[in-house]
């Protein structure tokens, strides 16, 4: 579950475009930054990131750059669904959120990360804003 390394060079990309096209600290520039990169992340949709993960769904918001997953492999009658959810939020704790904190939420860009099953049960709906790392 979760093959960090693939999931972290995909969130580094995704950081590297923000940061190449960071001119202004404008919300009106914040939001036509992420508009951008949502836009150009589309293209390359839907994107297996490891063998458990797929990211299906990239779109913006006001400020907010959403990202939603699917979780291949989740058995929605299995016992270790609540194990599942834990590593996910652990995951978004301790690796996505020191990487975006700098890069997207000093900017003013809230980041929101959806993962469903493969049943399209909503597993993790988690908003990672300014001052949440």
Known sequence: MLNTG???????LL??????TACSNSPQSAQKKIDKI?????AELPKILDRDTKLVKV???????????ELVNYDPTGTENQKIK???????KMQVCPEIKEELLGMGIS???IYKGNDGQVLVNRLISPGDC
């Open 59 to 69: 779109y913006t918001a006001e400020l907010e750059l959403v990202s939603e997953y």
């Open 6 to 12: 693939n999931l972290f060079f995909f969130l580094t």
């Open 86 to 92: 834990n590593k996910v939020e652990l995951y978004l």
């Open 111 to 113: 980041s929101r990360y």
């Open 38 to 42: 949502a836009q150009d992340m589309k």
């Open 15 to 20: 950081l590297a475009g923000l940061l190449m």
